[in-house]
């Protein structure tokens, strides 16, 4: 019934406006909007002009008491900022719109316009814009001064060490840390003798960095303190922080004579072993008995032992036959075949050797592998001396060896790389080891593309500089092994690189 | 012509005030400004009487008059309503109503010949209206309020009401008033007409803040410019002398 009653149309009249006289609609004031606007100012009472510290070295602003907000000019940030400059005032009205006006930027002024609206008079919502002025004053923060005043200056530093002759660990270490922005808050990164030195202006980002080491290498730590200042009134001590960091010794493909207590606790492991993979546990490998086993860090740093021969004591051997013994035994993730070999090495044809090896999977005759020598190898290995009785192998293959078809592709750049870390290399480093470097820094590469279980930690970039069809030419079924490319991450911009770096220094 | 002045300070006249075209009745102030801010217009023309009703000063919207009579509220005093009797005119009746809506003034607008009411006043004192102030009744409301006596103001010659009033309901009350009808606001952009003026047929009083736009409006819808307080007043006259021996 409701919707059939006649309802008379309402239309609105229009009074006079009480100041002006001018026709207008009613509304709750009854006057016009600029009479209403020039009796009753709403940003009365408001802030107009405010002062805000930048700091610019930087390029932040001061939030008191003690915050400093990284942000562009005219940018979203700012606004944000400058609006909660003025949180207090803004209570009393409502906050519509807010923009920046153009200032020149030398003028150090910025100027906000806010559209603002209040309830006046009897009801009448009125909205009003009005500008506001900051005045920026220059003010350093507080890191930079630390910095400016003595760029040396760090709380607490982290020094880490491995007692071998090879970077490989600290490549992959640098890898690691990249990945996991491990070194966010490090002032300063120093590329030491044998290991790496950082400092950090914070000593929890130290506590942090070592417990993070502690994750992925097997380490063992201890540290220090020492007094650099005292306030005898507050009782206030400021200390330097060192943390001495050691990583073993051990390494990938080493091979180890376990001494007599290790090799019994592990259940008799023989006392030639491999090691397969280091992180904070270290997997052992009988190569001819197929036998893995783990020792995690505490375990290693009870019984402490150095490798036999590393990495650096390869020797590349030519196979002329391989019978398979064993069937395929897979070892946490990994094949292994044990077969009898006939192998000489590629220096010296004559002598022929009939070793066992656990690589029967994947050597051919016909193929290369690099092993260890211990037929020439003079060994002054105290753990060694403790067996009496054994019988060395003549050789013991580690790994199969694609140096011939690397030939080929030697000087063309890889479809991948790798980003680095900003290190300060000290000066009497430099003689001499410039070649050895390179040459460890390029095992460190070949090693990635042979292994995809070492790569499963790191970020790999696409390298703009690589021509695919060069690729494509060169595709045989042996190919030596490379980076699939959708493994690779695509590669940042310049730019952005450069900001990654600043944003890895404080 | 109209007048700005106030009230002890209060721009609100027509709280305090009646003015119909046989008598003005003016609450007690503090000071005697507002008495003779009348007694100056008017003095000589109708009788100007302080009075206070049920014990208040709010004279002007708890009674309803116009020439022929007054209607004044239950609680009102004897003592008031016989100091009413004795100062106003004899032809003016004084009547007090028993009405459960005691304040008058804001419930009915009324001038010498139509009176608006609240919609839900009683039927008997409908007819009490109608019998003392000798008027044609009815019940409307104005841009949707009840309290008609507040939201307008009302002379033989026009009216002046709510602003927010639409055209239809203007052009309604119009044909039922007889009289020319404006929207407008008094007070600097006070709705509440009734309460910021009082007005008879020559003459208006307005609040003091009443802009000179508004009192230009009141000026022309109640005619005011050309009125000379005489010309009527001697109309009365000649029914006064009449019944004088």
Known sequence: MASNMFVVPQTRGTVLCCKCGISMAPNPANMCVTCLRSEVDITEGLRKHVTIMHCPECDSYLQPPRTWIKAQLESKELLTFCVKRLETDLKKVRLVNAEFIWTEPHSKRLKVKLKVQKEVLNGAILEQSYVVEYVQQDHMCESCTRIQANPDQWVASVQIRQRVTHRRTFFYLEQLILKHDAAVHAIKIKQMDQGIDLFFANRSHAVKFVEFLGKVAPTRSRHDKQLVSHDSKSNNYNYKYTFSVEISPICREDLICLPPKVAASLGNLGPLVICTKVTNNITLLDPLTLRQCFLDTEQYWRHSFKSLLGSRQLVEYDIFNIEVVSPEYNLGGSKYVIADAEVARVSDYGKLFYIRTHLGHLLKPGDRALGYDLYGANSNNIELDKYKGLVLPEAILIKKSYEEKRQKKRGKPRPWKLKSLEMEVDEFRGRGNEQKVESDYEEFLRDLEENPELRFNLSLYRNREYQLSEMVSVSDGDDAPSVPLEELLADLELSEQEDGEDGMRE | ?245
Not at chain 2, 121 to 148: H, M, P, S, Y
Not at chain 2, 189 to 200: D, K, L, Q, R
């Open chain 2, 1 to 245: 012509m109209a007048t700005r002045f106030q009230f002890e300070n209060s721009c609100e006249v027509g709280v305090f005030s009646k003015l119909t075209n046989a008598y003005c009745l003016v609450a007690i102030g503090g000071s005697e400004n507002f008495y003779s801010a009348f007694e100056s217009e008017l003095a000589d023309v109708i009788p100007v009487v302080k009075t206070s009703i049920a014990g208040t000063r709010i004279i002007g919207r708890l009674c309803a008059g116009n020439k022929n009579g007054l209607l004044v509220p239950h609680n009102t005093t004897d003592q008031e309503l016989q100091h009413l009797r004795n100062s106003l005119p004899d032809q003016v009746v004084v009547q007090r109503i028993e009405e459960k809506l005691s304040a008058l003034g804001n419930c009915i607008a009324c001038n010498d010949h139509v009176a608006l009411t609240h919609t839900d006043l009683d039927k008997e004192t409908e007819e009490i209206i109608a019998d003392v102030l000798g008027v044609e009744v009815f019940r409307q409301t104005i841009a949707g309020n009840i309290l008609v006596g507040s939201y307008c103001a009302l002379s033989n010659r026009g009216g002046l009401v709510h602003p927010h009033t639409s055209i239809e309901d203007l052009d309604e009350l119009s044909t039922l008033l007889q009289v020319p009808l404006v929207a407008g606001t008094i007070n600097r952009g006070s709705e509440v007409i009734a309460a910021g003026m009082t007005v008879n047929d020559w003459t208006a009083f307005c609040g003091s803040d009443t802009t000179a736009t508004e009192l230009s409006v009141i000026e022309s819808v109640f005619k005011l410019r050309e009125a000379q307080p005489t010309a009527i007043v001697e109309e009365m006259r000649k029914s006064l002398i009449d019944s004088y021996v």
